[in-house]
């Protein structure tokens, strides 16, 4: 219990434990995607640094973070890759990025495009006795009917597509397209998430007792 705080009713995304801010408006959206490409529930660890940099009025929530998470099968650390989350509110430049990276290109969710960038090339590849790995360029709104409701449009056609498949599957019992486990999955990213930025410390998850692990020890938050 605490007193009232009418700035806490209204900001509650700059106070804990009403938000952790960054992680819990941003992020946990975002995160939800790799993890709908890789078939990965979670990642194996997490690591953050940031904090208020520009805002100060009083806020507890970070406005910049950088948080490092470690992904690929549970059982095998010799294979993985990186994901890096990077926010800041002290500059709007960029605007909001996802770029997915490979030695065969970039997949670009910001443009909807897919490229040979980065990519291994012909003269690369021969110099380290490989294969060149070279995608072909291709946008993934080849085929998708646009249509001319400004630029919203996009974000509100696919929110009422899930709202309609969650509503067909709540009558007819089948799974939605982002069911329970899509949710659980991505929560569990965030609370790791969270961990690492309250301890300063990598976070880890251990699947038999459903709880974040940080030294050793279970994590309840501070």
């Given at each position: 219990m605490?007193?009232?705080?009418?700035?806490?009713?209204?900001?509650f995304?700059?106070?804990?434990?009403?938000?952790?801010?960054?992680?819990?408006?941003?992020?946990?959206?975002?995160?939800?995607?790799?993890?709908?490409?890789?078939?990965?529930?979670?990642?194996?660890?997490?690591?953050?640094?940031?904090?208020?940099y520009?805002?100060?009025d009083?806020?507890?929530n970070?406005?910049?973070?950088?948080a490092?998470?470690?992904?690929?099968?549970?059982?095998?650390?010799?294979?993985?890759?990186?994901?890096?989350?990077?926010?800041?509110?002290?500059?709007?430049?960029?605007?909001?990025?996802?770029?997915?990276?490979?030695?065969?290109?970039?997949?670009?969710?910001?443009?909807?495009?897919?490229?040979?960038?980065?990519?291994?090339?012909?003269?690369s590849?021969?110099?380290?006795?490989?294969?060149?790995?070279?995608?072909?360029?291709?946008?993934?709104?080849?085929?998708?009917?646009?249509?001319?409701?400004?630029?919203h449009?996009?974000?509100?056609?696919?929110?009422?597509?899930?709202?309609?498949?969650?509503?067909?599957?709540?009558?007819?019992?089948?799974?939605?397209?982002?069911?329970?486990?899509?949710?659980y999955?991505?929560?569990?990213?965030?609370?790791?998430?969270?961990?690492?930025?309250?301890t300063?410390?990598?976070?880890?998850?251990?699947?038999?007792?459903?709880?974040?692990?940080?030294?050793?020890?279970?994590?309840?938050?501070?």
């Amino acid at each position: 219990m605490v007193d009232f705080d009418p700035r806490k009713y209204v900001e509650f995304r700059l106070f804990w434990p009403y938000s952790s801010g960054i992680p819990d408006q941003w992020m946990v959206h975002q995160i939800d995607t790799v993890h709908w490409f890789t078939n990965l529930p979670r990642p194996r660890s997490v690591v953050a640094n940031g904090g208020i940099y520009l805002w100060k009025d009083g806020r507890q929530n970070w406005d910049t973070l950088t948080a490092v998470f470690d992904y690929g099968p549970l059982n095998d650390p010799t294979k993985g890759f990186q994901v890096i989350y990077s926010s800041r509110q002290t500059n709007s430049a960029g605007d909001v990025k996802e770029l997915y990276r490979s030695n065969a290109g970039t997949l670009d969710l910001d443009q909807n495009l897919i490229s040979p960038d980065g990519g291994l090339a012909v003269e690369s590849a021969k110099a380290m006795g490989m294969k060149a790995n070279i995608l072909t360029p291709h946008s993934l709104l080849e085929g998708v009917v646009t249509t001319d409701k400004g630029a919203h449009a996009g974000v509100d056609e696919a929110t009422s597509a899930n709202m309609k498949n969650w509503m067909e599957c709540v009558r007819s019992g089948k799974t939605p397209n982002a069911n329970i486990e899509a949710g659980y999955n991505h929560s569990v990213a965030l609370c790791m998430t969270i961990a690492a930025m309250q301890t300063g410390q990598r976070a880890t998850f251990d699947d038999e007792k459903q709880e974040v692990i940080v030294s050793g020890k279970i994590w309840t938050g501070a």
